[in-house]
Every structure is written in structure tokens, then in C-alpha cells.
């Protein structure tokens, strides 16, 4: 039932910053969270970050914390992921990922929901 759609991927220089925006097509936000991934050809699904809609508290992981920052538009059902100081390891898809559960939020395994991706590139 939800759908999710991410936008603002593209090519950036490494220093640089991007913000990408995942809209929801759920308009009541109570207990869902919504959470950023991203993957690398090769390499794991990547947990970033997730909001809690009912209050906007945010967590990050250890390895984005203080570069990105996850924040929910006050008029719009959408939620933004701010990357700053991009480095050419950040070059993956990003995925905006959606779930009613609070349990495994860490985790991909943890959210139902997920949008079509949208590729970031940094380049050297």
C-alpha cells in the first residue's frame, strides 16, 4: 500500500553535497519510520539513517553521522537525506525504505516498504 519514490541522485564532486528526497504516499505518519540504504555494486545493502515520523528523532550509523542528516518536510509527506563532504566512496543507489515496525530498524530486513532507488555518483 505505500509507495515510495526517491529523486535527487546525480553526479556531484567529491566535497561536495546532494540532497535526496523520498515522497511517501502515506499521509499519516504516526509509528512509521522511514529509513535511508544504499548499495554498492558488490557490497551489502548499507544502513544510513532513519526518522520516526511521529516526532522526527533521528539515528544515524557511525559511518555517515555528522556528514548526513535525515530531516521530514513540514508541509509535504516527504523526507529528505542531506549528504555533505561527499567522498568517491559514497557512489552507490540510494534507497528510501518504509515500515510500521519498530524492530530491526538497523537493518534492511526490518523495513516492508521500499522505493526504485536513485543513483548518486561522486566523482575524484
Known amino acids: 500500500q505505500v509507495q515510495l519514490v526517491e529523486s535527487g541522485g546525480g553526479l556531484v564532486r567529491a566535497g561536495g553535497s546532494l540532497r535526496l528526497s523520498c515522497v511517501a504516499s502515506q499521509r499519516t505518519f504516526n509509528t512509521l519510520v522511514m529509513g535511508w540504504f544504499r548499495q554498492a555494486p558488490g557490497k551489502e545493502r548499507e544502513f544510513l539513517g532513519f526518522i520516526r515520523q511521529s516526532d522526527s528523532s533521528t539515528f544515524y550509523a557511525d559511518s555517515v553521522q555528522g556528514r548526513f542528516t535525515i530531516s521530514r518536510d513540514t508541509a509535504e509527506n516527504t523526507v529528505h537525506l542531506q549528504m555533505n563532504s561527499l567522498k568517491p566512496d559514497d557512489t552507490a543507489v540510494y534507497y528510501c525504505?518504509?515500515?510500521?515496525?519498530?524492530?530491526?530498524?538497523?537493518?534492511?530486513?526490518?523495513?516492508?516498504?521500499w522505493g526504485q532507488g536513485t543513483q548518486v555518483t561522486v566523482s575524484s
Open positions: 525504505a518504509a515500515t510500521r515496525r519498530i524492530n530491526a530498524l538497523g537493518s534492511p530486513r526490518g523495513y516492508d516498504y
